[in-house]
């Protein structure tokens, strides 16, 4: 984290970066985590507190307060026992963070909040940051051991689903059509879209899932590779359509005549340059656009699970 950024979120507070990118502390005594996440380019800010007196109108008012005030904030809310802020990385958000802290620590006081654990509000312990798959949280000791426990319970329940390697296969292909046919429709248009290599390589992992029964590493690699080949396909169609458009007039050639033609089109390296180019473009992309979410859809499917105490 940048050293502006963390002594402008700090302030006079003693918050102390451990894991990188996530300020730890109290804040006027309360349990505070503030996350940064350079990836998806967002922070969360999570305040865990609990109160017996508050009313819920009045803990609304302050969360729409907060919202129309701070323009980085997009999300105000309370879940289970935690006051969850977030929002983009853009512009002077370190400094917005800083605000909104100062304005819940003023208000918490005053309406009987007490520091707890952020899940089920235990105000005996003091919590301790805990990463349950990537999300932070200030947690008690047996929130953070059930959590896991029921993380480890789904995972080795997915992991005792039989799956089908044939079936599998066939939903992968038919999912990765979705995303061929839209890659095809969006280049006539003259663009090149990665959202067409997400759907493709979603849809295969979706289609892979639905038919063999479960997504495993095997079935994850099987369903990128194809949604991959498949765009390359669907790339070949769009050079066909590009031969037919322009040749079928005067030749009365067919698309099937086109598209077995792209070889020798191919050999000309003006042809061929703007083919490759075009087609790494979308690869890239797709890369970009697909890799959180494949693995996302990964961890899902298949259970996997990280969790972590600082």
């Known amino acids: 984290m940048k050293k502006q950024w963390k002594e402008q979120i700090a302030g006079r507070d003693n918050l102390t970066e ?24 967002k922070y969360r800010v999570a305040v865990a507190a609990t109160s017996e007196s508050d009313s819920i109108n009045q803990r609304n008012d302050l969360l729409a307060e907060i919202k129309s005030t701070y323009a980085k904030v997009t999300e105000a809310v309370y879940q289970e026992n935690e006051f969850v802020f977030s929002g983009p990385l853009i512009g002077k958000f370190a400094q917005e963070i800083r605000a909104v802290l100062d304005r819940m620590t003023a208000y918490l006081p005053m309406q009987g909040y007490r520091p707890c654990c952020g899940c089920c509000g235990e105000t005996d312990f003091p ?3 805990s990463s349950i798959n990537g999300r932070f ?20 329940a997915k992991k005792a689903r039989k799956g089908n390697l044939v079936t599998g ?37 979706k289609g892979y899932e639905m038919l063999g029964g479960k997504i495993d590493l095997k079935g994850m690699i099987i369903s990128v590779v194809l949604a991959v ?14 031969i037919y458009d322009v040749f079928s007039t005067e030749y009365n050639i067919t698309f099937a005549d086109a598209f077995r033609s792209i070889p020798d089109f191919l050999e000309d390296s003006e042809v061929s340059i703007a083919f490759y180019r075009d087609l790494l473009i979308g690869y890239v992309l797709m890369a970009v656009a697909s890799y959180s979410t494949i693995r ?15």
């Open 169 to 205: 296969l066939v939903g992968a292909f038919l999912g990765s059509l979705i995303g061929c046919v839209l890659w095809f429709g969006i280049y006539q248009l003259g663009y090149i879209a990665g959202i067409a290599g997400l759907v493709a390589a979603v849809c295969a992992l």
């Open 18 to 41: 451990n894991p990188k990118n996530v300020l730890q502390g109290t804040v006027a005594g309360y349990p505070v985590a503030v996350s940064l996440d350079p990836n998806s380019r």
């Open 137 to 156: 949280a200030m947690l008690c000791d047996t929130c953070y051991e059930q959590k896991t426990a029921h993380l480890e319970q789904n995972h080795q």
């Open 229 to 242: 080949v498949m765009l390359f396909f669907a790339h070949q169609l769009c050079l066909a359509k590009e």
């Open 296 to 310: 996302s859809m990964y961890r899902n499917a298949s259970g996997t699970y990280k969790t972590e105490r600082y």
């Open 127 to 129: 919590p301790r940051l």
